[in-house]
């Protein structure tokens, strides 16, 4: 069973940068599409970013521009640098295989405000 821990979330201004990191356990990682998903307070979770195993990514529209997804295959860690932060970003942010998901991580919280 593979486990996921995010970190790097938490209080930022607005325009401020983050970089969120999500370590996976287990040797499937290098081979798997990655994704970081958000939920905020009262909404569904949403998938905010994409990587494959070659290195594509692929972003929602909100945060084209602003977010950068990368991986490292042999630390078995996926990024997320989160820049020019809206208030709007402020979610719980949790990493995943795209597609069925395993078992989720705890998230790390992200919150934009003043």
């Known amino acids: 069973q593979v486990q996921l821990v995010e970190s790097g979330g938490g209080l930022v201004q607005p325009g401020g940068s983050l970089r969120l990191s999500c370590a996976a356990s287990?040797?499937?990682?290098?081979?798997?599409?990655m994704a970081w998903y958000r939920q905020a307070p009262g909404k569904q979770r949403e998938l905010v970013a994409t990587?494959?195993?070659?290195?594509?990514?692929g972003y929602t529209d909100s945060v084209k521009g602003r977010f950068a997804i990368s991986r490292d295959n042999a630390k078995n860690t996926v990024y997320l640098q989160m820049n020019s932060l809206k208030p709007e970003d402020t979610a719980v942010y949790y990493c995943?295989?795209?597609?069925?998901?395993?078992?989720w991580g705890q998230g790390t919280q992200v919150t934009v405000s003043s």
């Open positions: 995943n295989k795209l597609g069925i998901s395993w078992a």
């Open positions: 287990g040797s499937i990682f290098s081979i798997t599409t």
């Open positions: 990587i494959s195993n070659y290195g594509n990514t």
